[in-house]
């Protein structure tokens, strides 16, 4: 039986027969109260009152049952205006349309948008007015009574906030947080450091282990330069990306860095000091090379630092630890590979849990995994979800489809067979919060890649010559996207 429910201020209104024969009705007086609920059914009205009553603002016709929420409480003349009251009014009218039952909205009452989490980082960069000089090259800045914070210093977590677990391989640390198992840097993601620092000059101490590795510093949540930045060339040397201040006072200081960077510690002179930057909203990102990255664009160096997981960082604002592993998906173990394993692996449910108090979890689906039925894909999907949720019931899971576009060795058809079958088993689990589709209505369009242009899409510019994975142009633009998304889904 449907509900007629009044929504508007006060906590109780009443029709009276003669407010009824003002508009030529014969009806008796009927009141909304707290006693039912502010709800009164609509067999009591005949079609005119109900006409009129919806046309009134303050009523929503359709409902079922009493209202769960409280009775608004009015908006006191001195504090806002009858306008902006109304407005409220209004806005808790459509809430309730919008979720069609006092459960939805109650439900709903308890979630907010992604959105509302969300700071993100400056896109004007840090004034140059105040940059003395900035360099990354092999030389060491040799500061008055250098002090070297060091990766493997025992108070090193009061010096700044990392967002992964070193694996010391040779004093030369590895970021391994995902799961697989060191070796070398196969299993190394992108990572960031966060701290405030006092006086006017600081260094970065980092290992290059390619040709040409990305990253990016942030100054008080404004970028330093306005591209991403690269190790000096040779394999395996010693870095330093020296930043000297016109001016001496503290800062804070984010470095985004690719995993294939091994970050050594902090430089700074013998009176400057070092302290750790407080948490953000901390998400953690389960997927493939997509999340990974680490894979060669050609002339714009190893992507990996200026990856999706970073680039999330940006938009947002948010913590992100990349758990991505290449050539994996919910199914697809890596083909043998050192250290890799599917999604729900013990090894990489392990690791989850192994992590800091996580604020959210975004699962990429994965092209790696058409090689298998799609049921048997689904299923696994699925018992995974089942046992993140069991193990963190109180983290939301945002489930994203497979990659968007044409992918070099993959099939198109088998590839969206998949993504729709993930996307539907998500929006139908009761363990994931939201899901974001890539593919459907695609992002990534047409069949060129970087260097090889065909003309009839966005792939031209957003698929490296790989011809499967994105440029960092494509990464960037793959994150606004998520983010996007992202910021609407509620949780």
Same mark, same amino acid.
């Given at each position: 039986?449907?509900?007629?429910?009044?929504?508007?201020?006060?906590?109780?209104?009443?029709?009276?027969?003669?407010?009824?024969?003002?508009?030529?009705?014969?009806?008796?007086?009927?009141?909304?109260?707290?006693?039912?609920?502010?709800?009164?059914?609509?067999?009591?009205?005949?079609?005119?009152?109900?006409?009129?009553?919806?046309?009134?603002?303050?009523?929503?016709?359709?409902?079922?049952?009493?209202?769960?929420?409280?009775?608004?409480?009015?908006?006191?003349?001195?504090?806002?205006?009858?306008?902006?009251?109304?407005?409220?009014?209004?806005?808790?009218?459509?809430?309730?349309?919008?979720?069609?039952?006092?459960?939805?909205?109650?439900?709903?009452?308890?979630?907010?948008?992604?959105?509302?989490?969300?700071?993100?980082?400056?896109?004007?960069?840090?004034?140059?007015?105040?940059?003395?000089?900035?360099?990354?090259?092999?030389?060491?800045?040799?500061?008055?009574?250098?002090?070297?914070?060091?990766?493997? *210093?025992?108070?090193?977590?009061?010096?700044?906030?990392?967002?992964?677990?070193?694996?010391?391989?040779?004093?030369?640390?590895?970021?391994?947080?995902?799961?697989?198992?060191?070796?070398?840097?196969?299993?190394?993601?992108?990572?960031?450091?966060?701290?405030?620092?006092?006086?006017?000059?600081?260094?970065?101490?980092?290992?290059?282990?390619?040709?040409? *590795?990305?990253?990016?510093?942030?100054?008080?949540?404004?970028?330093?330069?306005?591209?991403?930045?690269?190790?000096?060339?040779?394999?395996?040397?010693?870095?330093?990306?020296?930043?000297?201040?016109?001016?001496?006072?503290?800062?804070?200081?984010?470095?985004?860095?690719?995993?294939?960077?091994?970050?050594?510690?902090?430089?700074?002179?013998?009176?400057?000091?070092?302290?750790?930057?407080?948490?953000?909203?901390?998400?953690?990102?389960?997927?493939?090379?997509?999340?990974?990255?680490?894979?060669?664009?050609?002339?714009?160096?190893?992507?990996?630092?200026?990856?999706?997981?970073?680039?999330?960082?940006?938009?947002?604002?948010?913590?992100?630890?990349?758990?991505?592993?290449?050539?994996?998906?919910?199914?697809?173990?890596?083909?043998?590979?050192?250290?890799?394993?599917?999604?729900?692996?013990?090894?990489?449910?392990?690791?989850?849990?192994?992590?800091?108090?996580?604020?959210?979890?975004?699962?990429?689906?994965?092209?790696?995994?058409?090689?298998?039925?799609?049921?048997?894909?689904?299923?696994?999907?699925?018992?995974?979800?089942?046992?993140?949720?069991?193990?963190?019931?109180?983290?939301?899971?945002?489930?994203?489809?497979?990659?968007?576009?044409?992918?070099?060795?993959?099939?198109?058809?088998?590839?969206?067979?998949?993504?729709?079958?993930?996307?539907?088993?998500?929006?139908?689990?009761?363990?994931?919060?939201?899901?974001?589709?890539?593919?459907?209505?695609?992002?990534?369009?047409?069949?060129?890649?970087?260097?090889?242009?065909?003309?009839?899409?966005?792939?031209?510019?957003?698929?490296?010559?790989?011809?499967?994975?994105?440029?960092?142009?494509?990464?960037?633009?793959?994150?606004?996207?998520?983010?996007?998304?992202?910021?609407?889904?509620?949780?």
């Amino acid at each position: 039986m449907a509900d007629v429910w009044y929504v508007g201020p006060g906590s109780s209104y009443t029709i009276t027969t003669d407010q009824w024969a003002e508009h030529s009705i014969v009806a008796d007086t009927v009141i909304w109260t707290a006693a039912n609920g502010w709800s009164i059914p609509e067999s009591v009205f005949s079609s005119r009152q109900l006409a009129l009553l919806s046309a009134d603002r303050s009523f929503v016709l359709g409902q079922n049952g009493p209202r769960l929420h409280p009775s608004p409480t009015p908006v006191p003349l001195g504090i806002a205006s009858l306008q902006s009251a109304h407005a409220y009014y209004a806005a808790i009218r459509e809430l309730v349309q919008t979720f069609e039952s006092a459960e939805g909205l109650e439900a709903t009452a308890r979630k907010v948008p992604l959105a509302s989490y969300m700071r993100p980082m400056s896109k004007t960069p840090y004034p140059a007015t105040d940059v003395a000089a900035y360099t990354v090259d092999t030389t060491d800045p040799a500061y008055s009574d250098q002090r070297h914070y060091f990766f493997k *210093d025992t108070d090193i977590e009061a010096r700044w906030r990392f967002n992964g677990s070193w694996f010391d391989a040779g004093n030369n640390p590895v970021n391994q947080i995902s799961g697989g198992t060191p070796s070398e840097f196969n299993n190394a993601t992108s990572y960031e450091i966060e701290f405030y620092v006092s006086g006017d000059r600081f260094a970065f101490a980092l290992l290059n282990t390619t040709v040409k *590795d990305d990253f990016r510093i942030f100054v008080d949540d404004m970028p330093l330069t306005a591209g991403w930045d690269f190790t000096a060339s040779g394999l395996y040397s010693s870095n330093y990306a020296k930043v000297q201040f016109a001016t001496s006072r503290v800062r804070k200081v984010r470095l985004l860095s690719s995993g294939l960077i091994s970050f050594t510690g902090v430089l700074v002179p013998g009176a400057a000091a070092i302290w750790a930057a407080p948490p953000r909203f901390r998400v953690a990102v389960v997927g493939d090379s997509y999340v990974q990255g680490g894979f060669d664009t050609g002339s714009d160096g190893w992507l990996m630092g200026g990856g999706l997981c970073n680039q999330l960082a940006i938009l947002t604002g948010w913590e992100v630890l990349n758990l991505g592993q290449s050539n994996t998906g919910y199914v697809n173990d890596g083909g043998g590979t050192i250290g890799k394993s599917t999604y729900g692996s013990a090894a990489r449910l392990e690791a989850m849990a192994a992590l800091p108090p996580i604020d959210l979890v975004i699962i990429f689906g994965s092209a790696n995994d058409t090689g298998y039925a799609t049921g048997t894909v689904v299923a696994a999907a699925g018992t995974y979800w089942s046992a993140l949720k069991t193990a963190h019931p109180n983290i939301p899971i945002v489930v994203v489809g497979v990659e968007s576009g044409s992918l070099e060795g993959f099939s198109p058809t088998v590839m969206d067979t998949l993504n729709t079958a993930l996307i539907n088993a998500a929006m139908a689990s009761n363990d994931v919060a939201g899901a974001i589709d890539m593919r459907t209505t695609p992002w990534v369009t047409g069949t060129g890649i970087d260097g090889s242009p065909e003309g009839d899409g966005n792939a031209d510019f957003f698929i490296s010559n790989d011809g499967r994975h994105p440029t960092r142009a494509g990464a960037a633009c793959l994150a606004e996207r998520i983010t996007s998304e992202l910021s609407a889904t509620r949780v």
